[in-house]
């Protein structure tokens, strides 16, 4: 062979140009790797997931005639890394040229660079083909430490992309339907919530073998995984949220239940969240792929689907995911480290079990335990206003999430929990910090009427911890935040306390605070 091309784990995009003609100078290696499993403690249905989805991308190739090598954690496991297994591969082929694609994580580019330069032999990276913006192009709409506008900048894609679009007007004449997407599940709206789509891929050698090599993980096993492993099922799972999700997902995006029994007749556990993340971020999906769909079933059925709910999922996409990765390669690597409420805290242990009274957190955490999913209110209210009012330590709740979700990826992961989710940024992602008490999580879910805590009261025994917590964070950080417009009503109700209720408060904080592994 001439030419060796690595195929990262999550650049699984069939569409690639790299594919348009085989080439039998060309090997493709792709490969599971110590270190890969190894950089953070992952939830063993992610690794799953992206082995199984791997080894189907590898025998696809090779059913249209491409030169693969697919390696296992029992080939790799006597190289050091990546660049060492590389370099076998480079030698033994007398390989003359190596390309990769650029990865999405700073940690591997910079890896894989390095190893690029210090070759004898040509190299070249190029584009994974995946996202509206191509690499080149980020600096044109990100600066380092700048803050910056989703709004904005989802506006200029819509634009730019005519993506519902009216010749230079927003289709319906509004950008965004943000308000008619704020709607609680009542008793009689959870009828309506569909089954989930999912699949039942045999992933019981790759568990055998994650046994064999000792890969600690966390979160439950199934030997039959239910996460899409392939284009096709990643197709299936667009087509069930289009035809059963879409009609209802705007209304209820910022819903929560636990009323819903996974274990239950139907099974359902994810509302009408479209579970597409994992296929985007192995890049099995192409995000122009799954808007042309979702953009086409609206205009096919407008009797169903209405514009407020598909504006809200391709906000999702074309705005959220491309604007957190432009924040992400602005900033790094510095954005690893930022952490400018200074938290320190240590992440309570309930966390890796779910043992909480606290019903949300309960709930969301055991729900990831056992699906390696939550919904992106769960994250952001539950288990990440939790941290931010509890002042846990960024790089402690960086971990979590990297850890124990099937999709996260640094590029994604990063962004949202360190900037979105814990300010830890100073606002370059979000302009406030998203903290809230109890009553939003009254307001947006069932929980509350069934927990062991009461959520009316602040300063009580039996308070909601949340409550206290809130009114400690936000006024020990009373000189960063008062100043801010969405903030100046809270700082004013917390003045019109008197200062024995102020007091009692934060008394009640500090003593959650000293026992924070037993609420
Ligand atoms: P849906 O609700 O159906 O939304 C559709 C798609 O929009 C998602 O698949 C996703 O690709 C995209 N999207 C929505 N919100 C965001 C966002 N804020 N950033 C980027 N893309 C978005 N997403 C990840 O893909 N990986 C992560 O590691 C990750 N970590 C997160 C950590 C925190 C603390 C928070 C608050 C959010 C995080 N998100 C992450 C964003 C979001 O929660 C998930 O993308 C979403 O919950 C995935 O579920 P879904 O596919 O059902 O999404």
């Known amino acids: 062979y001439q030419r060796l091309r690595l195929i990262l784990g999550d650049q699984l995009n069939a569409g690639h140009s790299w594919y348009q003609n085989v080439d039998c100078d060309t090997l493709y290696i792709i490969a599971e790797l110590h270190q890969e499993t190894d950089y953070v403690r992952h939830h063993v249905q992610k690794i799953c997931a992206f082995?199984?989805?791997?080894?189907?991308?590898?025998?696809?190739?090779?059913?249209l005639d491409f030169d693969v090598v697919h390696l296992t954690l029992d080939d790799t496991v006597r190289f050091n890394d990546l660049p060492d297994l590389l370099r076998h591969y480079c030698e033994q082929y007398q390989i003359q040229e190596f390309q990769y694609q650029l990865p999405d994580e700073y940690r591997l580019r910079r890896q894989l660079a390095d190893f690029s330069r210090s070759l004898a032999i040509r190299y070249r990276a190029v584009s994974t083909e995946h996202f509206f913006i191509d690499d080149a192009q980020l600096s044109q709409h990100f600066e380092s430490g700048k803050r910056h506008q989703m709004e904005a900048?989802?506006?200029?894609?819509?634009?730019?992309?005519?993506?519902?679009?009216?010749g230079d007007e927003p289709e319906g004449g509004l950008w965004n339907y943000d308000k008619d997407n704020r709607n609680k599940l009542k008793p009689d709206d959870l009828k309506t919530v569909p089954e989930p789509c999912m699949f039942a891929n045999d992933v019981s050698d790759i568990l055998t073998r994650l046994t064999r090599h000792q890969v600690q993980t966390l979160g439950e096993a199934q030997d039959r995984l239910l996460w899409p492993v392939n284009s096709q099922q990643s197709l299936e799972l667009l087509e069930h949220f289009c035809r059963f999700c879409l009609p209802n997902f705007g209304t209820f995006q910022d819903a929560m239940t636990d009323k819903l029994d996974p274990f239950g007749e139907d099974k359902q556990w994810s509302l009408f969240h479209s579970r597409l993340s994992f296929s985007l971020n192995s890049k099995m999906l192409s995000p122009q792929e799954v808007i042309d769909r979702v953009v086409q079933c609206y205009q096919l059925n407008q009797a169903q689907i209405s514009?407020?709910?598909?504006?809200?999922?391709?906000?999702?996409?074309?705005?959220?995911?491309?604007?957190?990765?432009?924040?992400?390669?602005?900033?790094?690597?510095?954005?690893?480290?930022?952490?400018?409420?200074?938290a320190s805290?240590?992440?309570?242990?309930?966390?890796?079990?779910g043992k909480t009274q606290m019903r949300c957190?309960?709930?969301?955490?055991?729900?990831?335990?056992?699906?390696?999913y939550a919904h992106h209110i769960q994250r952001l209210m539950i288990?990440?206003?939790?941290?931010?009012?509890?002042?846990?330590?960024?790089?402690?709740?960086?971990?979590?999430y990297l850890g124990i979700y099937v999709d996260a990826i640094e590029w994604v992961e990063l962004p949202n929990t360190r900037g979105m989710s814990q300010f830890a940024d100073g606002g370059i992602v979000g302009s406030k910090a998203y903290a809230a008490s109890g009553n939003y999580v009254n307001?947006?879910?069932?929980?509350?009427?069934?927990?062991?805590?009461?959520?009316?009261?602040?300063?009580?025994?039996?308070?909601c911890p949340l409550n206290a917590l809130y009114w400690h964070f936000m006024s020990s950080n009373i000189d960063k935040f008062s100043a801010n417009p969405r903030t100046r009503m809270v700082y004013a109700n917390w003045q019109k306390k008197t200062a024995e209720q102020q007091t009692s408060i934060l008394e009640k904080a500090d003593q959650l605070l000293r026992r924070i592994d037993e609420v």
């Open 443 to 463: 307001k947006m879910s069932d929980y509350c009427g069934d927990c062991h805590y009461e959520v009316r009261e602040i300063d009580t025994d039996n308070a």
């Open 345 to 353: 805290r240590t992440l309570p242990d309930w966390f890796w079990t």
């Open 361 to 372: 957190l309960h709930h969301a955490i055991s729900q990831s335990l056992l699906f390696a």
């Open 51 to 63: 082995f199984s989805a791997m080894e189907h991308f590898a025998n696809g190739l090779r059913q």
């Open 307 to 342: 514009l407020s709910q598909v504006e809200g999922f391709v906000r999702q996409i074309l705005g959220w995911r491309e604007f957190i990765r432009g924040i992400y390669w602005a900033n790094m690597p510095q954005y690893a480290s930022l952490n400018t409420l200074q």
């Open 153 to 166: 900048f989802y506006r200029k894609m819509r634009r730019r992309f005519n993506v519902l679009m009216q």
């Open 383 to 400: 288990t990440g206003n939790f941290c931010l009012i509890a002042g846990i330590d960024p790089n402690q709740v960086d971990a979590w």
